[in-house]
């Protein structure tokens, strides 16, 4: 062979070699896209960027390689060319240590660390106890012998590339493999039984942004990716968005929004911002924190850039899909005022999530779905707005496909929102976690929370609202009224509702459980029977264009002064922008009745909201807390609200106080514990029955969880329908048909319910097109979809999958 190959660009049938990519300038630009996606705050290590990535395809050199690339022959196992490519990467940095300074502590394990990273670079990360096996296999290094006695007979080709990059000839690498084996064992063993605590966990964040920056340049090199240029954010953009968009301010909560808006805003220049990098701002519900905050992220962005002279990447999280667009919407109205942010939008921000559009606008053109959806996924952008899972599940991860933008997360501000939704048994993972982001990866974490949960010690962090009890006390918006210590079921509920129903007000009554929310809506709807109101229902169960619909219904409802009455699941919990007059709940974890309150008299326009909180049962005796939530979150609520028969919203934060301290004190952080564990010893996915970084749920699922495609209109059968023709049709190539997927993925998201089943019910599922999809047909709608509930999973057994 005269040339070798990395990527192949194909038109049809034919290979076009004109577009397609040599193997040696594929390695030299992967060497320099990951020096400069490479960041770790731990001595200088910024070349080990560029020695992995000029030799983390060295295998493709085989002739196996080229000809499966080319289609020739598969050629097996011979063909593979991770395995030989992590050794020869190994190979190199040991013969580089000498230029690595000030990293003592974990020098020696550079060689590991190169052979952990590129072994990976297309796999999800495994176990050093998986590499330490294949290092032990006689068949494996049979195998790498086979591949180098290929190459050797291509020798003068190769070593032509190998001298050109700088890289050790084959030859050499011959003579020393047995050392570079032996080196590796010999490393594993001191790794797993001779390291302190520390120095694992600093070599495991190293692993993770390594890994990151190396598949993340490789995805791009391949798919020839154009780079997208920095833009700046001027420091008073916030600003400028309130004084044009509003006017009149001078009406008691919007007084309270702009004082506490100030303070925050202050209290950043006294900060020391080299000492200070985790923060607490506590606030209540509904007094500005997301444009607080977010003024206070693009000040501490534009400090960080004059002192420290680089430029973080905002990243707003939130934890439900549902507050995510309401948040991104506010944000792009802030950006919109840039002069040129019409045209290169996606520059300044993106929204990802599964349900997000790949659709990315910069220099005034949309690029191709798959250039689109490598920038989205890899977080190009000045502010990401995403989920609690794609960040936590990212930083906390082993799955290639989130971890290419790790990288990207070192050195930004992140932003948690709503912080309170990570579960209680994670506290001690999530702080473990950050405090070695801020420290090796120089991140900023700002904690935004109405109810502060005690994830963190007092001395580890700095609240950004000081005397921040004084607005707790100054918003005296509703009254919570304890109704837990007389269970009820839903017919008593229903039958105290009717008493004191009033058709002045509006009432939105949250239910634990899907079932129980149905069968109240539909108790009420015919008890009331009510021609001029208003009654609504929302939850998981309804498709997400119809619920993003009737959101909005509401909001128009509440704005015209009608009284609507919603019945709902805890999906409107944190952050929708709800106004009821009265909220009644069924128990549940104290922060989320809490962040229920938020969606009552939240603007202060009325004397006083009420809340009413029940304990509620089935007809079994059964809690329907206990059904959604660990049995310990609703005890604590219950006992604390035993005590109490009602409480002021200025008394909320004694109580939450006293919630999060019981929790702190009864919740095991026993898995937070294994999960750390697994990190430092680079136990990223073992198999299911051994606790490793995979066994982090963020979202614990009960059962097996399917999607449903609801053709409930004319639009979802002209979606189902590409969709379809998509999947049947032979002629499209694999890698036409992903982009041609990709193209109406977020359509398909639109009409897709996820389907809850447990594991010994029955079901029988016929795969749909291979693509692991339920689908109800519109003739069959009636049948499977109310257009009022959402799917009737009493029907399960006859849906098509």
């Not at 507050?323 to 300044?348: C, T, W």
Request: with cysteine.
């Amino acid at each position: 062979m005269d040339r070798f190959y990395s990527h192949l660009e194909r038109r049809g049938e034919e290979v076009d070699l004109e577009r397609s990519i040599l193997l040696k300038n594929h390695l030299r630009e992967v060497g320099l896209k990951t020096i400069e996606y490479f960041f770790f705050e731990g001595g200088d290590l910024k070349n080990i960027g560029y020695y992995i990535g000029i030799t983390h395809d060295f295998g493709k050199y085989t002739t196996y390689f080229q000809k499966r690339l080319f289609e020739i022959e598969h050629c097996g196992d011979l063909a593979n060319h991770g395995f030989i490519s992590s050794l020869y990467s190994a190979y190199l940095i040991s013969r580089k240590l000498e230029e690595f300074k000030n990293v003592e502590d974990i020098k020696e394990f550079l060689p590991l660390v190169a052979f952990f990273v590129v072994y990976h670079h297309h796999l999800d990360l495994s176990s050093l106890s998986k590499l330490k096996s294949n290092l032990e296999s006689s068949d494996k290094k049979e195998l790498i012998l086979k591949q180098i006695e290929d190459m050797k007979s291509n020798s003068e080709i190769i070593n032509r590339d190998l001298k050109e990059l700088e890289l050790p000839l084959l030859e050499e690498f011959e003579r020393d493999l047995d050392d570079v084996i032996n080196l590796l064992r010999k490393r594993i063993y001191q790794f797993e039984n001779k390291l302190e605590e520390k120095i694992k966990e600093k070599i495991a964040i190293f692993c993770l942004v390594l890994f990151s920056a190396l598949i993340d340049a490789d995805k791009k090199s391949a798919g020839k990716v154009r780079d997208v240029e920095r833009r700046d954010i001027p420091e008073d953009i916030v600003e400028v968005y309130k004084r044009e968009t509003f006017k009149d301010n001078s009406d008691e909560i919007n007084l309270l929004r702009e004082e506490i808006f100030q303070k925050v805003i202050n209290k950043l220049k006294e900060i020391d911002i080299s000492k200070n990098k985790i923060f607490t701002f506590t606030s209540p519900t509904g007094s500005g924190k997301t444009l607080t905050g977010f003024a206070f992220a693009v000040k501490l962005r534009k400090r960080i850039e004059k002192e420290f002279g680089y430029t973080p990447r905002i990243i707003y999280s939130l934890p439900f899909i549902s507050i995510i667009n309401q948040n991104y919407d506010v944000l792009r109205n802030v950006l919109s005022k840039l002069p040129d942010f019409e045209g290169n939008s996606s520059a300044y921000i993106i929204s990802h999530h599964h349900l997000s559009k790949v659709e990315y606008e910069e220099g005034d053109e949309l690029r191709e779905v798959d250039e689109s959806l490598a920038l989205i996924e890899s977080w190009e952008s000045e502010v990401i707005v995403t989920t609690f899972v794609q960040l936590l599940h990212t930083i906390i991860g082993f799955k290639n496909s989130f971890l290419k933008k790790y990288h990207n997360i070192a050195r930004s501000i992140i932003i948690l929102d709503e912080v309170q939704n990570i579960p209680a048994e994670y506290w001690k993972l999530t702080e473990r976690i950050f405090k070695l982001m801020s420290q090796y990866l120089n991140c900023y974490i700002i904690l935004m929370t109405a109810t502060k949960p005690l994830i963190f010690s007092d001395g580890d962090t700095l609240e950004i609202l000081d005397n921040n009890e004084v607005y707790f006390e100054k918003l005296n918006r509703v009254v919570l009224y304890s109704n837990v210590k007389e269970q009820k079921g839903l017919d008593s509920l229903l039958s105290w509702f009717i008493d004191i129903y009033d058709p002045q007000k509006s009432y939105m009554i949250v239910l634990n459980t899907i079932k129980s929310s149905i069968e109240f809506y539909r108790m009420l709807k015919e008890q009331l029977s009510l021609k001029e109101k208003s009654i609504y229902y929302l939850s998981a169960n309804i498709i997400p264009k119809e619920r993003l619909d009737r959101i909005h219904r509401i909001k128009q409802d509440l704005g015209n002064n009608k009284k609507p009455i919603l019945v709902s699941t805890q999906v409107v919990e944190a952050g929708v922008d709800l106004d009821f007059d009265v909220v009644i709940r069924d128990l549940g974890p104290l922060d989320s009745v809490v962040q229920v309150a938020g969606r009552c008299n939240r603007n202060f326009k009325k004397e006083n909201g009420e809340i009413f909180v029940f304990f509620l049962k089935d007809d079994k005796g059964r809690s329907y807390a206990n059904m959604v939530y660990q049995k310990l979150t609703p005890r604590i609520t219950f006992e604390l609200f035993s005590e109490l028969e009602s409480v002021k919203e200025s008394e909320f934060i004694k109580i939450i106080n006293k919630y999060f301290e019981r929790l702190r004190f009864e919740k095991s952080q026993e898995e937070s514990e294994l999960i750390i564990s697994a990190l430092n010893n680079l136990r990223f996915y073992e198999g299911k029955e051994i606790i490793s970084v995979s066994s982090f749920e963020l979202i614990k699922e009960k059962g097996i969880v399917y999607p449903v495609f609801i053709e409930v209109d004319e639009k979802a059968m002209e979606t189902w329908s590409k969709f379809k023709s998509i999947i049947s049709d032979d002629s499209i190539d694999r890698w036409e048909k992903k982009k041609l997927l990709l193209n109406i993925k977020s359509q398909l998201e639109e009409y897709i319910v996820n389907v809850r089943v447990n594991k010994n019910e029955p079901w029988i599922f016929d795969i749909a097109f291979d693509q692991n999809i339920g689908y109800v047909a519109n003739k069959d709608i009636p049948e499977y979809y109310d257009s009022e509930t959402g799917f009737k999973k009493t029907e399960l057994s006859s849906v098509i999958f």
